[in-house]
């Protein structure tokens, strides 16, 4: 059974950083298209970042390029996203997910990967 557990939310104040961290297990890393979406109170689930599986190509959502990175340690089966220069706006909770995808992961919507995290939130004070 595939498990993700999403860890490292909380409260920053704007232009601070945090490390999000996502435990898989059931599952080989390296084998999924993994990545981070987020949602904020009354909005729709947002895609953040991806890592895609074979060449592990990273893509990032426009307005999280130079602010966030994502990585991953297949050997830990763990998946990261650092965030920096948070902004009030990145509120939300963050999610990771994993699926088997043959296409660039950042071709895909949130409703196409099945394999979920709980969430943890991330609150940016002004």
């Known amino acids: 059974e595939v498990q993700l557990v999403e860890s490292g939310g909380g409260l920053v104040r704007a232009g601070g950083s945090l490390r999000l961290s996502c435990a898989g297990s059931g599952f080989a890393f390296n084998g999924y298209a993994v990545g981070w979406f987020r949602q904020a109170p009354g909005k729709e689930r947002e895609w953040v970042s991806c890592i895609s599986s074979g060449d592990g190509s990273t893509y990032y959502s426009d307005s999280m390029k130079g602010r966030f990175t994502i990585s991953k340690d297949n050997a830990k089966n763990t998946l990261y996203l650092q965030m920096s220069s948070l902004r009030p706006e990145d509120t939300a909770v963050y999610y990771c997910?994993?699926?088997?995808?043959?296409?660039?992961?950042?071709?895909?919507?949130?409703?196409?990967?099945?394999?979920w995290g709980q969430g943890t939130q991330v609150t940016v004070s002004s």
């Open positions: 997910a994993a699926e088997r995808l043959i296409l660039s992961c950042n071709v895909y919507a949130w409703h196409e990967y099945g394999n």
